[in-house]
């Protein structure tokens, strides 16, 4: 079993950065696929951002692309999603997620292909 604790989330203004961070226990993560989803308030928990488990095939969601990057140390069973430029808009709960993928460099990014989730943490972008 993998329990996931995410931190790094908080307050920041319009155009700042944040890193989130997403540490495992239980397992090592080397044989999960890993990746983030937020849901904003009143809205559907949506994908954000995934990583292989080799860490060599990141893949975003197009509201994303260019400002968030995901990356990860399976030595340090942790993953980080680093989040730039950041809008009002991506002001969400964000969750980190653990998809079991048996060696293949795949990319899950539907919710339901991730068996572990973490229990989220609240991201705030001001004006």
């Known amino acids: 079993q993998v329990q996931l604790v995410e931190s790094g989330g908080g307050l920041v203004q319009a155009g700042g950065s944040l890193r989130l961070s997403c540490a495992a226990s239980?397992?090592?993560?080397?044989?999960?696929?890993m990746g983030w989803f937020r849901q904003a308030p009143g809205k559907e928990r949506m994908f954000v951002a995934a990583?292989?488990?080799?860490?060599?095939?990141?893949y975003y969601a197009d509201s994303v692309k260019g400002r968030f990057t995901a990356s990860r140390t399976n030595a340090e069973n942790t993953v980080y999603l680093q989040m730039n430029s950041l809008k009002p808009e991506d002001t969400a709960v964000y969750y980190c997620?653990?998809?079991?993928?048996?060696?293949?460099?795949?990319?899950?990014?539907?919710?339901?292909?991730?068996?572990?989730w973490g229990q989220g943490i609240q991201v705030t972008v001001s004006p």
């Open positions: 997620a653990a998809a079991p993928v048996y060696g293949l460099e795949y990319v899950p990014t539907l919710q339901y292909e991730y068996g572990h």
């Open positions: 990583i292989s488990w080799s860490g060599g095939t990141p």
């Open positions: 239980g397992r090592t993560l080397n044989s999960y696929a």
